[in-house]
């Protein structure tokens, strides 16, 4: 039975809440049987979850709730463009190696002691995850983590080893002018097992190294993520859902604005999670965590393992330099399209009078560049190198090919993104949302920051158990309704626990980076919620004080917007 469970769910599942649209006949109903179901589906992942989100198409239309034509157009919107974008902006980083460029430099300049290699590592990742994919970098910079780690190991190992030879000689010495001391074989026995005991101190030392070192870029990662728009899908689902609950936010949820408040929350989860990681596995000597200007030959070999790995990489190619151009250039765009304080360059040329050029239209147009600058510089007569068989010359690739998109793109991400936003007009359009909404309006009696508290601990719990995708595309729509309920700003609820969803540092199958880090086998389950648990509250606390300092001043979060009227119209 275990075996088929995925089958008894999938099959078991709509009978056993059929009842709520066959007794209660209403479309309020009909569209909670939909929710209901994928939200069962999305937890269990007895189906994949993009096939999981195209179920809104079927049972909409069959239901009443939405024409197919309008259910199917949820699935193409803005914020899948600009999704779309910004991963093939991260793939051309990937294919030419850029991404371990700037790493192997990051690392070179903070050093191999163990707290400044930790601190390394993390804003190394949660740089590289503003702008990649978590799993990318997890994957990308855990190898050159554990090597180092195994460099700084064996050198001490092979240290402690001359050592010991060097002491038994001495040894063997000393023992033909003394005659009154113990046995030559029992002061051996002594050496020998002081040096076992100092190589199991080794060890042991190493080994809660490697653990804190692996949590601390799979965590990294995921903290990284929540800097940047793109960094992450909730983020995209937030702006998505933000379009589709309330058309007239727009501008509200830019790439400026989301950047403006979640960086310096990154920044503060990244610094404490560091300290919380530095405590646990390396203690409280900082003395002998940060080296205080000593040096090792042990700390020079760990050095000189990256900068081979970064000597491998050569000299920076024609290419890197393009990509790394077209990158700047696209985060400058980004932030001078409506940075919100001056009008924007789209302000001034396109968008005078409704919002034409968003931030999607930067990343495709960004990313098209891709396709159309070449790899190489273009060579004539005796410099060309791009030959083919037989000898004729031919024009080198571009920086893109549909090939490397093709293999590399998360394509049940969109579906994904789009699923969320067809549950959401499915919602609005059934009554369901206004249904929720009043149902909710006791809430109005306690304090907003209690309710943004206890909603971003509720959100971080259930994506452990859930991925932060659906986490996130199932809570927002609910909290939408709550706030227009009670007169909250909805911002205030649905931006900390967007945030929130990526905090899964719990379990090894909360995301991907932390089952990378897990499949390294030194870590146990226990390591990781011991350090987990006390980083989702740490990642909680500090989302809340954001929201209630600086995230107020940004969004207005104090007054109920003309924006959010809409919904209740509707």
């Known amino acids: 039975m275990w075996t088929y469970r995925n089958y008894l769910i999938i099959y078991l599942t709509p009978l056993l809440i059929l009842a709520l649209p066959l007794v209660i006949n209403t479309s309020e109903a009909k569209c909670g049987f939909v929710i209901i179901l994928m939200a069962l589906y999305w937890c269990t992942e007895c189906l994949p979850l993009a096939i999981t989100a195209l179920l809104p198409i079927i049972l909409f239309p ?29 793939i051309a980083i990937e294919h030419w190696n850029l991404h371990k460029r700037i790493a192997l430099r990051v690392l070179l300049l903070v050093g191999v002691r163990p707290a400044l290699l930790m601190i390394g590592f993390m804003s190394t990742t949660a740089f590289l995850s503003m702008w990649i994919s978590n799993t990318a970098s997890t994957a990308m910079m855990l190898p050159i983590a554990h090597a180092v780690l195994n460099q700084l190991s064996a050198t001490e190992a092979e240290a402690d080893d001359k050592e010991l030879h060097g002491g038994l000689d001495n040894l063997a010495f000393e023992m033909n002018d003394l005659q009154d001391t113990k046995p030559q074989k029992e002061i051996t ?21 490697s653990k804190g070192m692996s949590l601390s870029v799979c965590y990294a990662a995921s903290i990284g993520g929540t800097a940047t728009l793109t960094g992450t899908t909730p983020n995209l689902i937030l702006k998505g859902q933000m379009d589709q609950l309330f058309p007239n936010s727009s501008g509200v949820i830019t790439f400026a604005s989301w950047f403006g408040f979640s960086f ?72 001078t399209r409506d940075p919100g304080f001056i009008p924007g360059w789209a302000t001034v040329l396109f968008n005078k009078e409704k919002e034409f050029v968003t931030d999607g239209t930067v990343a495709i147009f960004i990313s098209m560049l891709f396709f159309i600058v ?72 306690i304090p907003p920051f209690a309710i943004s508290f206890l909603l971003c601990l509720l959100v971080s719990t259930f994506t452990e158990c859930s991925s932060n995708t659906a986490t996130t595309t199932l809570f927002l729509p609910i909290l939408a309704s709550m706030a227009i309920a009670i007169k909250l700003n909805p911002l205030y609820v649905m931006l900390p626990c967007t945030v929130c969803a990526s905090l899964a540092f719990m379990l090894p199958v909360a995301t991907p980076p932390n089952a990378i880090a897990f499949s390294y086998g030194q870590l146990k389950v226990l390591d990781m919620a011991k350090a987990g648990v006390i980083l989702n509250l740490i990642g909680v606390l500090t989302i809340n004080l954001a929201l209630n300092t600086w995230g107020t001043a940004m969004f207005d979060l104090n007054t109920f917007p003309s924006w959010a009227n809409v919904t209740r119209a509707a």
């Open 62 to 90: 069959m239901m009443g709730i939405l024409e197919a034509s309008e259910v199917s157009i949820q699935y193409l919107k803005d914020s899948n463009m600009l999704f779309m974008g910004g991963l093939l902006v991260a």
């Open 189 to 209: 026995e002594d050496v020998t097992s002081a040096f076992e005991q100092r190589r199991q101190k080794r060890e042991q030392k190493y080994l809660k190294l």
């Open 264 to 335: 310096p929350n990154m920044l503060l989860m990244l610094i404490l999670s560091w300290f919380w990681l530095q405590f646990m596995y390396m203690g409280l000597n900082m003395k002998k965590s940060f080296g205080c200007g000593s040096s090792n030959e042990g700390d020079k070999e760990a050095y000189q393992v990256m900068k081979n790995e970064y000597k491998k990489l050569g000299d920076i190619s024609f290419a890197e330099g393009t990509v790394l151009g077209i990158f700047i250039l696209l985060v400058v765009l980004w932030f």
């Open 374 to 445: 070449p790899s190489q510089l273009p060579r004539f007569g005796c410099c060309r190198r791009n030959t083919d068989i037989s000898g004729n010359h031919k024009a080198p690739p571009a920086l893109l090919t549909w090939k490397v998109v093709h293999e590399k793109m998360p394509w049940n991400i969109l579906l994904l993104l789009g699923g969320g936003y067809a549950l959401a007009k499915g919602s609005e359009a059934s009554g369901l949302s206004m249904w929720l909404g009043e149902s909710l309006t006791p809430l109005q009696k």
